[in-house]
């Protein structure tokens, strides 16, 4: 499948955010830098759509051997899944990611297990296809406050735990562009009303940490960033003006995971979650969106709402395990 491409900012560093096409349009995308002749690309996509990737860096006049920097920012394989073909695939390329999730694309065998575990292995094979291990040679683990350099500038790396415990974004300070991953939320542009976008947490297994989320939202708003790039799903502008929404999120998935945690019964967990957490985003959307297409909504939040609740079910049952060891 082609992947189709958005240039939105061009001066002095050009970037692209090149949609993935997993699982359907306007849902995955990642971002290709140029400055100075070197490429960087924050986040990959699946295995699956690295040769399309390739073919997008030729139609846009690149060649592999000028990717100088692969960025996962977590290594989730929606994010991840296709750091190791790339690698491969481009020989003057470093991957470089957190430190904490480095060593799962180095040797990827838990990372595909845990994927299997969620999706299956129909899914998994069609969403996600192999994992390709990296060279540990070729690979750079980075630490809060490490610096990328691309061309005449450098990516500050920052950690951003929450979402994922070894989740970090990457700020391009000249332009004010932070590349967020998952750590500020999903965006679904059909639900956007007048150009207002409507986000929602994400808490997919398995390491969901709100206290740590707020926290890492603190960090990345301090730097002031003009532009939040989500990779679920595109350029979002004026990101301090948005992330109390964020926030509310963040605190209504907690919310809903505690009340279901006082009910003591494991048994039918996801389901209750799930219809929770359906029944309240609808809510918060048709406050956001009083015509809001309540069908559409369920349609595009129905894959994203059944991996929430399978995430709270896992930091629920962290909860519990915690309390029996103290």
Not at 29 to 34: F, K, R, S, T, V
């Amino acid at each position: 499948m082609p992947i189709s491409r958005l240039e939105f900012h061009t001066t002095g560093t050009d970037c692209w955010r090149l949609d993935t096409g997993l699982n359907r349009p306007g849902h995955t995308a990642c971002y290709l830098l140029h400055d100075a002749g070197e490429l960087a690309l924050i986040d990959t996509g699946t295995s699956n759509n690295i040769p399309a990737l390739l073919q997008t860096l030729r139609d846009l006049g690149f060649c592999a051997s000028q990717l100088r920097w692969i960025l996962p920012t977590h290594v989730h394989l929606d994010h991840a899944g296709g750091a190791g073909a790339l690698l491969a695939a481009c020989d003057n390329a470093t991957l470089a990611t957190h430190h904490r999730g480095l060593p799962h694309l180095i040797d990827p065998e838990k990372l595909q297990q845990g994927a299997l575990a969620v999706y299956g292995e129909a899914v998994f094979s069609r969403a996600f296809g192999s994992l390709l291990p990296a060279p540990a040679d070729r690979c750079r683990a980075l630490e809060h406050g490490d610096r990328v350099p691309l061309g005449r500038h450098e990516l500050l790396f920052i950690d951003t735990p929450g979402h994922a415990n070894h989740h970090g974004c990457f700020f391009h300070e000249p332009k004010g562009n932070l590349y967020t991953g998952d750590a500020f939320g999903l965006r679904y542009e059909a639900l956007d009303d007048d150009g207002r976008p409507w986000l929602m947490a994400t808490t997919t297994p398995v390491a969901f940490e709100p206290d740590l989320w707020m926290q890492s939202l603190d960090r990345m708003m301090a730097l002031t960033p003009r532009r939040a790039c989500l990779t679920h799903f595109g350029p979002l502008e004026d990101p301090l003006k948005w992330q109390e929404q964020l926030r509310q999120s963040i605190r209504d998935h907690r919310d809903i995971a505690l009340e279901e945690e006082r009910l003591g019964t494991p048994a039918g967990r996801e389901e209750r979650l799930a219809q929770a957490l359906m029944e309240k985003m609808l809510s918060r959307l048709s406050e956001h969106k009083p015509d809001v297409d309540e069908a559409l909504a369920r349609r595009l939040l129905q894959d994203d709402i059944r991996l929430n609740s399978q995430g709270l079910a896992v930091w629920l049952a962290r909860r519990q395990k915690r309390k029996l060891t103290q």
